[in-house]
């Protein structure tokens, strides 16, 4: 093969400037608009002559493939550091490839809303294409030996995940999902499967971790406006079993779901409806064959919180059945126990609500994680200023055996005498006397559950 004569520094210049010229013409106006003063065809003429000058220097297929052929370096102990450095690399290129695009766009006067976006910024970065979803499909990494793997990828029912087997076992959950592009990551932590979510937002998390109720219990723990969490312990699980699997699985699609990630509301807004619905459905249809599991505690765990923050996603039959499953799985636990009380006392079950706040109350004082500080404001927020939707009566009904929990026996009069003046001013209570008497009633039975006495039907009218 016959040497190739280095060609000139003025016909490479030449071809650059015609590359570029010829682009301009075609149609990229952009190359005229003006960067600290300079064209920016004049960058893009720099650009085109350093890659026609030293594109070949740049390809390194020919070193790892000389690399490869060596045996004597051991590639078993050099493979991971070769892997972070190529996925390095493929990382910068795409992050250039998404800049480019997004200078393009910007100076042609097109909107890039990703570009500013404040939520797109994490770890001193800015993304500005914050992983699209393709075809609506969530792309999630198993950094998992290849037995889970292949159980977990032949799990039936689950069509919106598109799963990743992964070999980079020296980089974190993070890392994967920043370099690979992912969703999220199944992974083990100690002797725990885990799925850890791709950190979108600079928000923090709420829940720490779904598998594990948040301490202390606060009335906003008990009614959380959001739901994400940083990740879920799916347990030590070799998902043998198909129900569990089929549950674990919902778990991650939800987790990416209600993850704090602006790019999923922006993108498909309500998405998280349907996922939350698939496991409300699989729950009731799994409860002989995985109710003791992790998984399916978990599970029951987050979607009892999601019926009481978005009640509209389900209808009051679906709701009622997919809360009193949740309750009895989760018997012990008593914010469970208010989430039950509050979707009953909506629905019109007095009398049920009325034993769910009474096991609530016995369950508080029992395991004694009630928050130190009063959560009385928030009882006085809601009705102030809350509004006039069904689960406002059920978050402040379930709310009073929370702060009648934390306060002494000598003390509950004094309780009840504050809501009921609080409650007669409230606008969202005129006209419903009924529910005034309802909030009344819940704290007179918890005062006769304190003194062992019977309750009276009528003591609170």
């Known amino acids: 093969m016959q040497n190739r004569t280095p060609a000139s520094t003025s016909s490479v210049l030449v071809a650059a400037c015609a590359i570029v010229a010829l682009t301009y013409w075609l149609g990229v106006s952009w190359l005229e608009q003006r960067v600290l003063g300079i064209p920016a065809g004049l960058y893009a003429i720099a650009v085109v002559y350093a890659v026609l000058r030293w594109g070949e220097s740049l390809v390194l297929d020919d070193w790892l493939d000389r690399l490869r052929a060596e045996s004597r370096f051991g590639l078993r102990r050099i493979m991971p550091p070769i892997l972070r450095t190529t996925c390095w690399l493929r990382d910068v290129r795409d992050r250039l490839g998404r800049a480019t695009e997004a200078f393009g766009t910007a100076w042609r006067g097109e909107s890039h809303t990703t570009i500013a976006s404040p939520e797109a910024v994490h770890y001193g970065t800015v993304e ?11 792309r999630v990494g198993l950094d998992l030996p290849d037995h889970l793997c292949n159980r977990i990828m032949h799990t039936t029912g689950v069509k919106r995940i598109e799963w990743i087997p992964l070999r980079e076992h ?45 301490n202390p219990i606060t009335y906003a723990s008990v009614f959380p406006m959001r739901i994400d969490a940083a990740r879920v312990s799916l347990g030590d699980t070799a998902f043998a079993d198909a129900a569990e699997r089929e549950i674990a699985c919902l778990l991650v699609e939800a987790l990416v779901e209600l993850h704090a990630a602006p790019v999923r509301v922006h993108d498909a807004p309500g998405r998280e409806d349907g996922v939350m619905q698939r496991m409300a459905s699989a729950l009731i249809a799994r409860e002989e064959d995985a109710a003791d599991t992790p998984a399916y ?12 923050v978005h009640p509209s996603a389900f209808s009051e039959p679906e709701r009622d059945a997919a809360i009193e499953l949740c309750a009895r799985t989760l018997r012990d636990e008593p914010e469970v126990q208010l989430r039950l009380a509050a979707v009953r006392f909506v629905h019109g079950r007095d009398d049920a609500g009325f034993g769910a706040i009474l096991r609530a109350h016995d369950l508080l004082r029992a395991q004694d994680r009630i928050s130190g500080e009063s959560q009385l404001p928030f009882i006085h927020s809601e009705l102030s200023l809350g509004s006039d939707d069904p689960m406002t009566f059920g978050r402040v009904a379930a709310g009073l055996c929370l702060c009648a929990a934390a306060t002494s026996d000598e003390r509950l009069a004094y309780l009840r005498e504050d809501i009921l003046d609080e409650a007669r001013f409230s606008a969202w209570l005129i006209d419903r006397d009924d529910e005034r008497y309802i909030l009344a009633r819940i704290l007179r039975e918890i005062e006769y559950a304190r003194l062992g006495r019977p309750a009276s039907l009528d003591a609170a009218a």
């Open 128 to 138: 500005l294409t914050p992983l699209p979803t393709r075809h609506g499909r969530l």
């Open 170 to 214: 020296a980089l974190r959950p993070q890392e994967l999902c920043r370099i690979r592009r992912l969703d999220a990551v199944v992974h083990r932590m100690g002797e725990t499967v885990c799925a850890t979510p791709a950190q979108f937002s600079p928000m923090e998390p709420l829940w720490t971790d779904w598998a594990r109720p948040v």
């Open 297 to 308: 505690q978990t599970a029951c765990r987050v979607l009892s919180a999601y019926l009481c």
